[in-house]
């Protein structure tokens, strides 16, 4: 049980009194941690937690990985450079050419890279533009409870009435269709379909379709493959370009590096982020195709378009990947893992529980929202952080580093049953 040397509200002053109220994890997680490493925590108390949540994704690799470390104070320690907008730097031309070699041509994969802003939202921005400017249309049809970014042109294609509430501003140019399985008994294919071939949908030819293959704030939400290939063909008959956000699903997340691979669909756009900088710095890839690269010099720039350091991080962390075995592990880590919530399940009839997700990226979908929430607090206490995700926050999302060994996950999901026991008995 996690012990405090001095009360939470005296710890959390100074949040309280100098942070925005925007703030939100440090209200589920009211502590101040200190230091991290693999896949632990440890608050100034020296509490130590377990993290399920891998910072929503960044941390597909762990807490403060040694190589990575040690890459990137070298670099800093050689002064090497930090900032340098689209400049060519070393940094840089050795993460594309290690992209390519490790990541692209093993599975035959053409893109170019563009470097965005260093956010998720930056790369869907991106690709939305670069989508609209190829095809010369303004509709972009997107999927219910489809989380994309916070800034205005990715809350036009997220589903969160409340996140949508706060653009302030109509948002305009995309239509929502229902996603795989979204209702029970219903073909969402023929659905979309009909709205395409219907003159009378009131739904304009669009310029791509976006979509997560699973949904991560949505509610790990796990489209089947034959449903990816179905919109896949889709967007081949009507000319549209398909958008895969892989921003927290991709980077390895659900077994393989892009969680598109084994629906065998080949994406014109792909927008990268959180985990693609290894170490946890800033940093988002859009992948285009090249006969989408339309863009001119400069039509889309940032400041910080290109993150040097992040670079660095990069380019280690894509060791894991030169070959099979990381892939390998983290599907027998998924499997483990949805083992033991399948038992946890099992074990609270009560709670009329499902399961969700695949690969690291799993959780489970509480009939009783109400005791979500509950149950991550019990977790805190017990030294275990765990999240919540969907429209009315009912599903536990389990995101542990993909390092993570199966010490870890079994401690994880033991502190989980305990809480969810005292949440259910308090």
């Not at 100034?44 to 937690?49: A, G, H, K, L, W």
């Not at 949805?338 to 038992?343: D, E, L, R, V, Y």
């Not at 997700?357 to 275990?384: H, W, Y």
Request: charged residues 25%.
């Amino acid at each position: 049980m996690v012990t405090t040397t001095v009360t939470e509200t005296d710890k959390m002053k100074s949040f309280e009194e100098l942070e925005s109220t925007v703030r939100s994890y440090s209200r589920g997680w009211p502590t101040v941690f200190a230091k991290a490493k693999g896949y632990k925590i440890w608050d100034t108390d020296d509490n130590e937690y377990i993290d399920f949540f891998a910072g929503a994704g960044v941390l597909n690799y762990g807490h403060n990985d040694d190589s990575m470390q040690e890459k990137m104070i070298d670099y800093i320690r050689n002064n090497g450079i930090l900032h340098s907008l689209d400049m060519g730097s070393t940094s840089r031309k050795e993460f594309l050419e290690r992209f390519k070699e490790v990541i692209l041509e093993p599975r035959n994969l053409d893109y170019k890279v563009m470097f965005p802003g260093p956010t998720g939202t930056n790369s869907v921005e991106s690709a939305l533009k670069i989508a609209r400017k190829v095809t010369g249309r303004d509709t972009v049809i997107s999927f219910t409870n489809a989380f994309h970014g916070m800034t205005i042109g990715s809350l036009s294609v997220t589903a969160n009435s409340f996140k949508r509430h706060g653009a302030g501003i109509p948002l305009h140019h995309a239509v929502s269709m229902p996603f795989d399985n979204y209702m029970e008994d219903q073909d969402s294919i023929a659905y979309l379909e009909r709205f395409l071939e219907d003159g009378g949908s009131g739904v304009a030819l669009p310029a791509a379709i976006i979509l997560e293959t699973v949904q991560g704030e949505g509610g790990i939400n796990a489209a089947r493959m034959d449903w990816l290939k179905k919109v896949e063909e889709l967007c081949k008959r009507w000319d549209i370009l398909l958008i895969i956000d892989d921003v927290q699903a991709g980077c390895g997340r659900t077994g393989t590096f892009f969680s598109f691979e084994p629906a065998g669909i080949d994406p014109d756009i792909v927008c990268l982020s959180k985990s693609i900088g290894g170490a946890g710095l800033p940093m988002a890839l859009t992948l285009i195709k090249p006969e989408f690269d339309q863009w001119g010099p400069g039509e889309h720039n940032g400041t910080f378009r290109g993150n040097n350091l992040a670079f660095i991080g990069a380019i280690e962390a894509l060791d894991y990947w030169k070959t099979d075995d990381f892939s390998h592990a983290i599907k027998e880590k998924g499997s483990s893992l949805h083992k033991g919530i399948q038992a946890i399940i099992d074990k609270y009839p009560e709670l009329k529980a499902t399961h969700r997700g695949r690969g690291l990226m799993q959780g489970i979908a509480v009939a009783k929202p109400e005791l979500t929430d509950v149950i991550c607090s019990e977790a805190f206490q017990r030294g275990l952080i765990i999240e919540t995700s969907g429209p009315q926050d009912e599903v536990i999302k389990f995101l542990p580093p993909l390092i993570i060994d199966e010490k870890g996950l079994q401690q994880g999901l033991s502190i989980l049953d305990e809480s969810i026991k005292a949440a259910l008995n308090p």
